[in-house]
């Protein structure tokens, strides 16, 4: 059973810099697409960033220039370094990956205080 798990949310000043990390356990294959998702309370899921195997990344416009999405491949690690935080970027952060399914991490919550 796939599982990924994530780590290094937490609460964070305005202006700050947090490292999200996602690790997937039980797989016997890469992932082809790797991303980070956001929901914050009262709104959708929405994307954060995608990185596929051969390292194109895709972000989304409120965090372009700010956060940093990268992964080892072909294990299945990756990061996300969010730098420059506001408040705006309150949210539960979820590890989402993809090979034919999709699957999901269980979120870490991200807090930013302005």
């Known amino acids: 059973q796939v599982q990924l798990v994530e780590s290094g949310g937490g609460l964070v000043q305005a202006g700050e810099s947090l490292r999200l990390s996602c690790a997937a356990f039980g797989t016997i294959f890469s992932f082809t697409d790797m991303g980070w998702y956001r929901q914050a309370p009262g709104k959708q899921r929405e994307l954060v960033a995608i990185i596929t195997s051969s390292g194109r990344t895709n972000y989304a416009a409120p965090v372009k220039g700010r956060f940093t999405i990268s992964r080892d491949y072909p294990e299945n690690t990756e990061t996300l370094q969010m730098n420059g935080l506001k408040p705006e970027d309150t949210a539960v952060y979820y590890c989402?990956?993809?090979?034919?399914?999709?699957?999901w991490g269980q979120g870490t919550q991200v807090t930013v205080s302005s």
């Open positions: 989402y990956s993809l090979y034919v399914d999709e699957y």
